[in-house]
Protein backbone atom coordinates (compact mmCIF):
# COMPACT_ATOMS: atom_id res chain seq x y z
CA UNK A 1 0.00 0.00 0.00
CA UNK A 2 1.33 3.82 -0.89
CA UNK A 3 1.78 6.38 1.36
CA UNK A 4 -1.01 8.18 -0.07
CA UNK A 5 -3.54 5.18 0.66
CA UNK A 6 -2.11 4.93 4.21
CA UNK A 7 -2.35 8.48 5.12
CA UNK A 8 -6.32 7.33 4.97
CA UNK A 9 -5.78 4.56 7.61
CA UNK A 10 -3.55 6.59 9.72
CA UNK A 11 -4.62 10.89 9.84
CA UNK A 12 -2.35 11.08 12.46
CA UNK A 13 0.53 10.97 10.62
CA UNK A 14 -0.74 13.79 8.16
CA UNK A 15 1.27 16.62 9.52
CA UNK A 16 4.59 14.23 9.45
CA UNK A 17 3.27 13.78 5.84
CA UNK A 18 3.02 16.96 4.57
CA UNK A 19 5.99 18.47 6.18
CA UNK A 20 8.15 15.84 4.36
CA UNK A 21 6.46 16.28 1.09
CA UNK A 22 7.26 20.10 1.40
CA UNK A 23 10.57 19.92 2.27
CA UNK A 24 10.87 17.03 -0.47
CA UNK A 25 10.41 19.59 -2.62
CA UNK A 26 13.08 21.77 -1.56
CA UNK A 27 15.51 18.73 -1.48
CA UNK A 28 14.74 17.94 -5.33
CA UNK A 29 14.63 22.07 -6.11
CA UNK A 30 18.36 21.93 -5.30
CA UNK A 31 19.18 18.77 -6.89
CA UNK A 32 17.93 20.00 -9.72
CA UNK A 33 20.42 23.53 -9.40
CA UNK A 34 23.49 20.93 -9.57
CA UNK A 35 22.47 19.30 -12.83
CA UNK A 36 23.65 15.96 -11.82
CA UNK A 37 22.26 12.69 -10.62
CA UNK A 38 22.43 12.11 -7.03
CA UNK A 39 25.37 10.47 -5.41
CA UNK A 40 24.98 7.21 -3.37
CA UNK A 41 26.61 8.79 -0.40
CA UNK A 42 23.93 11.30 1.13
CA UNK A 43 26.73 13.13 3.08
CA UNK A 44 28.94 13.73 0.36
CA UNK A 45 26.22 14.24 -1.84
CA UNK A 46 24.36 17.15 0.43
CA UNK A 47 28.14 18.67 0.57
CA UNK A 48 27.98 19.01 -3.06
CA UNK A 49 24.91 20.67 -3.25
CA UNK A 50 25.90 23.31 -0.97
CA UNK A 51 29.12 23.82 -2.89
CA UNK A 52 27.31 24.35 -5.81
CA UNK A 53 24.77 26.97 -4.59
CA UNK A 54 27.54 28.87 -2.30
CA UNK A 55 31.08 27.64 -4.21
CA UNK A 56 32.99 30.86 -2.47
CA UNK A 57 31.60 30.44 0.96
CA UNK A 58 31.47 27.80 3.79
CA UNK A 59 28.09 30.33 4.74
CA UNK A 60 25.15 30.65 2.67
CA UNK A 61 23.62 34.11 3.85
CA UNK A 62 19.65 34.66 3.10
CA UNK A 63 20.34 37.65 0.60
CA UNK A 64 23.15 35.23 -1.38
CA UNK A 65 19.89 32.75 -1.57
CA UNK A 66 17.38 35.03 -2.41
CA UNK A 67 19.34 35.86 -5.27
CA UNK A 68 19.62 32.92 -6.65
CA UNK A 69 16.09 31.84 -6.12
CA UNK A 70 13.79 34.18 -5.47
CA UNK A 71 12.15 35.06 -1.89
CA UNK A 72 9.69 31.88 -1.90
CA UNK A 73 11.95 29.37 -2.24
CA UNK A 74 14.48 30.95 0.03
CA UNK A 75 12.05 31.20 2.80
CA UNK A 76 11.65 27.51 2.38
CA UNK A 77 15.33 26.66 2.51
CA UNK A 78 15.74 28.68 5.53
CA UNK A 79 13.02 27.10 7.25
CA UNK A 80 14.22 23.97 6.82
CA UNK A 81 18.07 24.31 7.00
CA UNK A 82 18.71 27.50 8.91
CA UNK A 83 18.50 25.56 12.73
CA UNK A 84 20.01 28.85 14.35
CA UNK A 85 17.61 31.76 12.92
CA UNK A 86 20.33 33.62 11.75
CA UNK A 87 19.55 33.92 8.54
CA UNK A 88 22.92 32.28 7.61
CA UNK A 89 23.59 28.49 6.78
CA UNK A 90 26.33 26.61 7.41
CA UNK A 91 27.70 23.48 5.64
CA UNK A 92 27.16 21.45 8.77
CA UNK A 93 23.23 22.66 8.70
CA UNK A 94 22.95 22.09 5.47
CA UNK A 95 24.16 18.38 5.51
CA UNK A 96 22.31 17.14 8.39
CA UNK A 97 19.05 19.08 7.49
CA UNK A 98 19.48 17.36 4.04
CA UNK A 99 20.13 13.66 5.43
CA UNK A 100 17.25 14.35 7.64
CA UNK A 101 14.71 15.15 5.48
CA UNK A 102 16.00 12.14 3.13
CA UNK A 103 16.16 10.11 6.57
CA UNK A 104 12.13 11.11 7.75
CA UNK A 105 11.03 10.48 4.15
CA UNK A 106 12.44 6.60 4.54
CA UNK A 107 11.15 5.48 7.87
CA UNK A 108 7.70 7.57 7.42
CA UNK A 109 6.93 5.34 4.35
CA UNK A 110 8.69 1.95 6.96
CA UNK A 111 6.41 3.56 10.13
CA UNK A 112 3.32 3.68 8.18
CA UNK A 113 3.88 0.02 6.25
CA UNK A 114 4.48 -1.67 9.48
CA UNK A 115 1.27 -0.47 11.20
CA UNK A 116 -0.86 -1.49 7.84
CA UNK A 117 0.98 -5.06 8.51
CA UNK A 118 -0.41 -5.05 12.08
CA UNK A 119 -3.33 -4.26 11.10
CA UNK A 120 -3.30 -7.29 8.79
CA UNK A 121 -2.29 -9.24 11.28
CA UNK A 122 -4.78 -8.22 14.14
CA UNK A 123 -7.51 -8.64 11.08
CA UNK A 124 -6.53 -12.52 10.81
CA UNK A 125 -6.53 -13.03 15.06
CA UNK A 126 -9.86 -11.25 14.97
CA UNK A 127 -11.08 -13.30 11.99
CA UNK A 128 -10.08 -16.61 13.50
CA UNK A 129 -11.28 -15.63 17.04
CA UNK A 130 -15.32 -14.66 15.44
CA UNK A 131 -15.30 -17.20 12.53
CA UNK A 132 -16.84 -19.85 15.10
CA UNK A 133 -19.74 -17.70 16.34
CA UNK A 134 -20.30 -16.45 13.10
CA UNK A 135 -20.75 -20.17 11.79
CA UNK A 136 -22.91 -20.91 14.79
CA UNK A 137 -25.15 -17.98 13.96
CA UNK A 138 -25.40 -18.67 10.16
CA UNK A 139 -25.98 -22.36 10.80
CA UNK A 140 -29.15 -20.94 13.90
CA UNK A 141 -30.30 -19.17 11.00
CA UNK A 142 -30.83 -21.65 8.53
CA UNK A 143 -32.26 -24.20 11.49
CA UNK A 144 -29.57 -26.70 10.87
CA UNK A 145 -28.48 -25.92 15.09
CA UNK A 146 -30.01 -29.35 16.24
CA UNK A 147 -28.12 -31.30 13.96
CA UNK A 148 -24.61 -29.24 15.17
CA UNK A 149 -25.36 -29.08 18.78
CA UNK A 150 -22.78 -31.78 20.39
CA UNK A 151 -19.92 -30.33 18.02
CA UNK A 152 -20.66 -27.05 18.88
CA UNK A 153 -20.84 -28.35 22.77
CA UNK A 154 -17.35 -29.66 22.25
CA UNK A 155 -15.79 -26.56 20.46
CA UNK A 156 -17.69 -24.32 22.74
CA UNK A 157 -15.60 -26.43 25.65
CA UNK A 158 -12.31 -26.56 23.47
CA UNK A 159 -12.42 -22.36 23.29
CA UNK A 160 -13.38 -21.85 26.98
CA UNK A 161 -10.01 -23.80 27.97
CA UNK A 162 -7.99 -21.84 25.34
CA UNK A 163 -9.27 -18.62 26.75
CA UNK A 164 -7.70 -19.50 30.41
CA UNK A 165 -4.40 -20.74 29.06
CA UNK A 166 -3.99 -17.69 26.68
CA UNK A 167 -6.06 -15.01 28.56
CA UNK A 168 -2.18 -13.50 29.91
CA UNK A 169 -1.29 -13.34 25.95
CA UNK A 170 -4.49 -11.58 24.59
CA UNK A 171 -4.31 -8.99 28.05
CA UNK A 172 -1.10 -8.30 26.19
CA UNK A 173 -2.05 -7.65 22.98
CA UNK A 174 -4.67 -5.77 23.74
CA UNK A 175 -2.41 -3.52 25.59
CA UNK A 176 0.27 -3.35 23.12
CA UNK A 177 -2.01 -1.99 21.01
CA UNK A 178 -2.91 0.78 22.88
CA UNK A 179 0.98 1.20 23.45
CA UNK A 180 1.59 1.36 19.59
CA UNK A 181 -1.67 2.63 17.96
CA UNK A 182 -2.68 5.23 20.80
CA UNK A 183 0.10 6.27 22.79
CA UNK A 184 2.57 5.62 19.89
CA UNK A 185 5.82 6.32 21.97
CA UNK A 186 8.25 5.56 19.12
CA UNK A 187 7.84 4.42 15.29
CA UNK A 188 10.33 3.00 12.75
CA UNK A 189 13.93 4.76 12.85
CA UNK A 190 13.43 6.70 15.61
CA UNK A 191 16.20 6.83 18.17
CA UNK A 192 14.76 6.34 21.52
CA UNK A 193 16.57 6.78 25.22
CA UNK A 194 15.07 3.73 27.30
CA UNK A 195 17.02 3.18 30.82
CA UNK A 196 19.59 6.29 29.53
CA UNK A 197 20.41 3.46 26.72
CA UNK A 198 19.75 4.90 22.87
CA UNK A 199 18.07 2.47 20.81
CA UNK A 200 17.03 2.54 17.37
CA UNK A 201 13.86 1.25 16.89
CA UNK A 202 13.60 -1.29 13.96
CA UNK A 203 10.06 -2.71 14.02
CA UNK A 204 6.97 -2.86 15.70
CA UNK A 205 5.10 -5.79 16.57
CA UNK A 206 1.76 -7.18 18.37
CA UNK A 207 3.69 -8.22 21.29
CA UNK A 208 7.56 -7.77 20.57
CA UNK A 209 9.37 -5.04 19.09
CA UNK A 210 13.06 -4.90 17.61
CA UNK A 211 15.90 -2.72 18.13
CA UNK A 212 19.26 -1.99 17.47
CA UNK A 213 21.77 -1.10 20.29
CA UNK A 214 25.42 -0.95 18.97
CA UNK A 215 24.68 -2.82 15.49
CA UNK A 216 22.96 -5.60 17.16
CA UNK A 217 19.23 -6.69 16.63
CA UNK A 218 17.30 -6.68 20.45
CA UNK A 219 13.78 -7.84 21.03
CA UNK A 220 12.02 -6.60 23.76
CA UNK A 221 8.33 -7.18 24.47
CA UNK A 222 5.46 -4.72 24.45
CA UNK A 223 4.95 -4.92 27.76
CA UNK A 224 7.96 -4.57 29.30
CA UNK A 225 8.43 -1.15 27.43
CA UNK A 226 5.22 0.68 29.05
CA UNK A 227 6.72 0.75 32.69
CA UNK A 228 9.86 2.45 30.68
CA UNK A 229 10.61 6.39 31.10
CA UNK A 230 10.90 6.76 27.20
CA UNK A 231 12.82 9.63 25.44
CA UNK A 232 12.14 10.13 21.47
CA UNK A 233 15.05 12.40 19.85
CA UNK A 234 12.15 12.39 16.64
CA UNK A 235 9.73 14.18 19.02
CA UNK A 236 12.27 15.98 20.59
CA UNK A 237 14.34 18.85 20.21
CA UNK A 238 15.92 19.55 23.54
CA UNK A 239 18.27 17.26 25.47
CA UNK A 240 18.60 17.25 29.03
CA UNK A 241 22.24 16.04 30.32
CA UNK A 242 23.14 15.76 34.14
CA UNK A 243 26.37 16.56 35.27
CA UNK A 244 27.15 15.48 38.66
CA UNK A 245 30.39 16.54 40.87
CA UNK A 246 31.64 16.32 44.77
CA UNK A 247 32.33 19.58 45.62
CA UNK A 248 34.84 21.14 48.87
CA UNK A 249 32.13 23.23 50.45
CA UNK A 250 33.70 26.53 50.94
CA UNK A 251 35.37 26.05 47.65
CA UNK A 252 32.43 26.03 45.85
CA UNK A 253 30.35 28.37 47.72
CA UNK A 254 33.30 31.33 46.71
CA UNK A 255 33.23 29.93 43.09
CA UNK A 256 29.55 29.71 42.53
CA UNK A 257 28.80 32.82 41.03
CA UNK A 258 32.05 32.94 38.79
CA UNK A 259 30.96 29.39 37.61
CA UNK A 260 27.42 30.16 36.51
CA UNK A 261 28.96 33.35 34.67
CA UNK A 262 31.52 31.18 32.61
CA UNK A 263 28.80 28.61 32.02
CA UNK A 264 27.07 31.21 30.34
CA UNK A 265 29.30 32.86 28.45
CA UNK A 266 30.10 29.04 26.91
CA UNK A 267 26.43 28.33 26.49
CA UNK A 268 26.13 32.01 24.84
CA UNK A 269 29.54 30.94 22.39
CA UNK A 270 27.56 28.51 20.19
CA UNK A 271 23.69 28.63 19.78
CA UNK A 272 23.74 25.83 17.09
CA UNK A 273 24.99 23.44 19.79
CA UNK A 274 23.56 24.91 23.40
CA UNK A 275 20.18 26.36 24.15
CA UNK A 276 21.50 28.74 26.52
CA UNK A 277 19.15 26.90 29.16
CA UNK A 278 20.85 25.43 32.43
CA UNK A 279 20.46 24.64 35.88
CA UNK A 280 22.98 24.20 38.84
CA UNK A 281 21.00 22.55 41.59
CA UNK A 282 20.16 19.44 44.05
CA UNK A 283 22.91 20.30 45.89
CA UNK A 284 23.10 17.86 48.72
CA UNK A 285 25.86 17.87 51.49
CA UNK A 286 27.61 14.84 52.33
CA UNK A 287 29.20 15.63 55.57
CA UNK A 288 31.44 19.21 56.79
CA UNK A 289 33.43 19.52 53.82
CA UNK A 290 32.14 18.09 50.83
CA UNK A 291 28.86 18.23 48.63
CA UNK A 292 27.38 16.74 45.75
CA UNK A 293 26.31 19.57 42.92
CA UNK A 294 24.01 18.44 39.46
CA UNK A 295 24.73 20.99 36.41
CA UNK A 296 22.05 20.68 34.39
CA UNK A 297 23.07 21.47 30.46
CA UNK A 298 20.23 21.35 27.39
CA UNK A 299 21.87 20.66 24.05
CA UNK A 300 19.47 21.36 20.81
CA UNK A 301 19.16 18.13 18.61
CA UNK A 302 17.78 18.25 15.38
CA UNK A 303 16.77 15.06 12.36
CA UNK A 304 17.97 12.75 15.48
CA UNK A 305 21.40 13.30 14.92
CA UNK A 306 22.73 10.95 17.92
CA UNK A 307 26.64 10.86 17.01
CA UNK A 308 26.73 14.87 17.26
CA UNK A 309 24.76 15.15 20.30
CA UNK A 310 26.83 12.47 22.22
CA UNK A 311 29.85 14.19 21.08
CA UNK A 312 28.90 17.64 22.29
CA UNK A 313 27.89 16.01 25.78
CA UNK A 314 31.51 14.59 26.29
CA UNK A 315 32.27 17.78 25.37
CA UNK A 316 31.37 20.08 27.41
CA UNK A 317 32.03 17.27 30.40
CA UNK A 318 36.08 18.61 29.19
CA UNK A 319 34.78 22.21 29.21
CA UNK A 320 33.47 21.68 32.58
CA UNK A 321 36.93 20.56 33.93
CA UNK A 322 38.89 23.49 32.45
CA UNK A 323 36.14 25.96 34.02
CA UNK A 324 36.92 24.19 36.85
CA UNK A 325 40.79 24.15 36.65
CA UNK A 326 40.62 27.82 35.47
CA UNK A 327 38.50 28.67 39.05
CA UNK A 328 40.61 26.15 41.11
CA UNK A 329 37.28 24.87 42.26
CA UNK A 330 38.58 21.95 44.21
CA UNK A 331 36.27 18.86 42.58
CA UNK A 332 36.48 15.68 45.19
Keep these: MCIVELKMFFSH ?14 IEMLNRSTGLKMFP ?11 TISPNDDILTFEKCESVFGTSYTNGIFGLFDANNDLTITAGEFVTGYYGVIREKYFLNQALLQKNNLFYKLNIIVSIMCLPFAVFVGISFLGFAKYFANLFSIISGIILSLSFVFSSVVGDIFRSLIFIFIVRPFEAGDYVKINDKIFIVEELGLLYSSFLIDSLLTYVQNSQLMSKHIVNYR ?5 EKIYKFKFNIKSFKEKAEMLNRKIKKILKSDTQVYTGKYLINNYIILN ?5 VEIVIYFKIRYQ ?4 LLKNE ?4 LILHDIFRDLDLKVC
Design 13 to 26: YRERIEINEENIQI
Design 41 to 51: NLQTWGHYVFK
Design 235 to 239: VSEIE
Design 288 to 292: DDIMT
Design 305 to 308: YIKG
Design 314 to 317: DDFL
